[in-house]
Nanobody, 117 residues
């Protein structure tokens, strides 16, 4: 896998988790230009875009997570993060890391986040 997620788990509503996505098989010259994102797919739902961070650090969020989630990247570590605070039951989903460049796109295998009420 080019992208390997970690950090998922079970947490109570109101709690926090931090997801990580390592570009395990990339060299820096390939990883750094990638636009990166987190997607999620909840039970019975379509996959949706959660947050993006461009190759120059610009960030965007879907409305439902803005103010609670923070996406970041550390190019030296070839890693992106998703800090998730004040988690809600409706945040329960498999979270996927995604990267795309001018010619290719990459997906991770996903990490499960379960928020209990």
């Amino acid at each position: 896998e080019h992208l390997v997620e970690s950090g998922g788990g079970l947490v109570q509503a109101g709690g926090s988790l931090r997801l990580s996505c390592l570009g395990a098989r990339f060299i820096s010259s390939v990883f750094n230009p990638l636009h990166m994102a987190w997607y999620r797919q909840g039970p019975g739902k379509q996959r949706e875009l959660v947050a993006t961070v461009s190759n120059n650090g610009d960030r965007n969020y879907t409305d439902s997570v803005r103010g609670r989630f923070t996406i970041s990247r550390d190019n030296r570590k070839k890693t992106i993060y998703l800090q998730m605070n004040n988690l809600k039951v409706e945040d329960t989903a498999v979270y996927y890391c995604h990267g795309h460049g001018s010619r290719n796109e990459y997906w991770g295998q996903g990490t499960q986040v379960t928020v209990s009420g």
